[in-house]
């Protein structure tokens, strides 16, 4: 099974080497068919300089600024059966792609498989403030999904999605720039198979949006919009801020 990791990456030249290091190195380590697509999103900076001297990487453009957007830029420039989202300041762990394949193997219907962020340079009251965020994720899923049948949730930056299913359900909504793209998108697959949240999909991760915006600030501005995504099928907050590392 071809798997293709697509990495958005805005003004990202301090975070992009090694994340595409820990994508290359496992998939190496794993001896997997890999196709890896990074799509620079109208960065300023030296990020497509710094991809291009990875070799195996392939990097294409797209210049309209916004999350879905490059998302769904990867998604058709890519060619795998699956597809696993990343953002360009993650680590992918020992085994992830491994458990994801394993996964998608098992279950025919399964559309999308994501899981929690573990950030790395946050303190452990911050740690603990998210495990708490990330479990209270798994009730959308089983509620939401299954009972009232408004869909489902997902983590942007740690989730693969089945190609065909993907497919069916018409792509990535590009009108999203920021907010509510993960939970858009795990809404309408939800309709068209299973979306799954497993706390064995670990995706380390830099925190410095929480760390910019406070944990709890962050965590409650990410609730209120996968509830009105849910239920008003619209994000709450339209506006963010780019948080760089420079």
Do not use: W
Request: hydrophobic share 40%; proline share 4%.
């Amino acid at each position: 099974m071809k798997l293709s990791v697509v990495i958005p990456a805005y003004n990202e030249e301090s975070y992009i080497g090694p994340c595409l290091k820990s994508v290359l190195r496992e998939g190496c380590r794993a001896g997997l068919d890999l196709e890896v697509v990074v799509v620079n999103n109208a960065s300023t900076d030296r990020t497509v300089e710094v991809v291009r001297k990875i070799p195996g990487v392939c990097v294409v453009d797209e210049p309209r600024k916004g999350l879905a957007r490059a998302r769904h830029r990867g998604y058709l420039e890519s060619h795998g059966e699956l597809i696993a989202n990343i953002d360009a300041d993650c680590k992918v762990r020992k085994g992830y792609f491994d458990r994801a394949i394993r996964a998608f193997d098992r279950n025919p219907r399964l559309a999308l498989l994501s899981g929690p962020f573990f950030y790395h340079d946050l303190p452990p009251v911050a740690q603990i403030g998210s495990i708490v965020f990330y479990f209270f994720s798994i009730f959308p899923n089983v509620l939401g999904q299954r009972i009232l049948k408004l869909g489902a949730v997902a983590q942007g930056g740690n989730f693969v999605v089945r190609r065909s299913a993907l497919d069916r359900a018409g792509g990535y909504n590009t009108s999203l720039v920021f907010h509510g793209e993960d939970t858009d998108i795990a809404i309408r697959l939800s309709r068209v198979g299973l979306v799954r949240f497993s706390f064995r999909q670990v995706m380390t991760t830099s925190g410095r949006r929480l760390r910019k915006e406070g944990t709890f600030r962050a965590g409650v501005v990410y609730t209120l919009n996968i509830i009105f995504m849910m239920i008003y099928k619209k994000v709450l907050t339209n506006t963010h801020e780019d948080v760089r590392d420079q």
